[in-house]
C-alpha cells in the first residue's frame, strides 16, 4: 500500500461530528465481518437504544450476523450507505454556502445521487453548471438521461470512501468555522 493521504477534521470545523461517527461506524465493522475477530451470535448480543417518544428499543443483532452469513449484507454495502449518509447530512450543513463552484457542483450532484439511492440521476436540464473536482468532471453539456452518469452508480463505480472524505475537508474549507449549529 503506497503512503496515503493524511487529513484532519478538527472539533471547530461543521463536518467534525459527521465524519467521526463515518469513522467510528466503519471502524465497529471488524467484529461483524471479520472472521478472525467476529462476534459469536447469541441472546447477550442486543442493541439498546433508548427512546424518548417511544419505549427503549432492544434489537436482536443475530439478524444481523445471519444477512452478513448469508452474504445479503456486506461490509462493502454498509461503507457505502454509510458514505451516502454523510454526504446528505454534510451536504445540508453545507446548502446555504453554495457557491456554485465546480468543486460544490460536484459536492451537490453526489449529495443528489447518495440521496437516489447512491445512483446519478439528472433531471431533463441537469447538470446546470460546471461540476468538476481533481480529475473528476460531470458533463454539463450532456443533460438528463444523456448525461454518460445517469444510471451509474456513485459510491463504488464512480467514487470511493476516500473521496468523499477529501472532498468533504475541500468543501469544508469554504465555510465559515464552527460546529454545524452554528452555520
Same mark, same amino acid.
Given at each position: 500500500?503506497? /503512503?496515503?493521504? *493524511?487529513? %484532519?477534521?478538527?472539533?471547530?470545523?461543521?463536518?467534525?461530528?459527521? #465524519?467521526?461517527?463515518?469513522?467510528?461506524?466503519?471502524? !465497529?465493522? !471488524?467484529?461483524?465481518?471479520?472472521?478472525?475477530?467476529?462476534?459469536?451470535?447469541?441472546?447477550?448480543?442486543?442493541?439498546?437504544?433508548?427512546?424518548?417518544?417511544?419505549?427503549?428499543?432492544?434489537?436482536?443483532?443475530?439478524? +444481523?450476523?445471519?444477512?452478513?452469513?448469508?452474504?445479503?449484507?456486506?461490509?462493502?454495502?454498509?461503507?457505502? *450507505?454509510?458514505?451516502?449518509?454523510?454526504?446528505?447530512?454534510?451536504?445540508? #450543513?453545507?446548502? #446555504?454556502? /453554495?457557491?456554485?463552484?465546480?468543486?460544490?457542483?460536484?459536492?451537490?450532484?453526489?449529495? /443528489?445521487?447518495?440521496?437516489?439511492? =447512491?445512483?446519478?440521476?439528472?433531471?431533463?436540464?441537469?447538470?446546470?453548471?460546471?461540476?468538476?473536482?481533481?480529475?473528476?468532471? +460531470?458533463?454539463?453539456?450532456?443533460?438528463?438521461?444523456? =448525461?454518460?452518469?445517469?444510471? #451509474?452508480?456513485?459510491? !463504488?463505480?464512480?467514487?470511493?470512501?476516500?473521496?468523499?472524505?477529501?472532498?468533504?475537508?475541500? %468543501?469544508?474549507?469554504?465555510?465559515?468555522?464552527?460546529? =454545524?449549529?452554528?452555520?
Amino acid at each position: 500500500m503506497s /503512503n496515503p493521504l *493524511t487529513i %484532519i477534521f478538527t472539533q471547530d470545523s461543521p463536518f467534525f461530528e459527521m #465524519v467521526t461517527a463515518f469513522l467510528t461506524a466503519t471502524a !465497529g465493522l !471488524g467484529p461483524i465481518f471479520e472472521k478472525e475477530i467476529q462476534l459469536a451470535p447469541g441472546p447477550d448480543r442486543i442493541a439498546w437504544y433508548r427512546g424518548k417518544i417511544k419505549p427503549d428499543l432492544a434489537i436482536d443483532m443475530g439478524q +444481523i450476523q445471519s444477512l452478513r452469513a448469508s452474504g445479503d449484507l456486506t461490509a462493502d454495502s454498509v461503507v457505502k *450507505t454509510l458514505c451516502c449518509m454523510l454526504l446528505c447530512t454534510a451536504y445540508t #450543513v453545507a446548502d #446555504v454556502h /453554495n457557491d456554485q463552484s465546480p468543486e460544490f457542483e460536484v459536492f451537490r450532484h453526489l449529495r /443528489n445521487a447518495a440521496a437516489h439511492g =447512491n445512483y446519478f440521476y439528472f433531471k431533463k436540464d441537469e447538470p446546470r453548471r460546471r461540476a468538476a473536482w481533481g480529475r473528476f468532471v +460531470i458533463d454539463d453539456k450532456l443533460k438528463g438521461s444523456f =448525461n454518460p452518469l445517469s444510471g #451509474v452508480e456513485c459510491l !463504488g463505480d464512480t467514487i470511493s470512501p476516500a473521496d468523499v472524505l477529501a472532498l468533504l475537508q475541500s %468543501i469544508e474549507r469554504r465555510l465559515p468555522k464552527g460546529r =454545524n449549529e452554528q452555520l
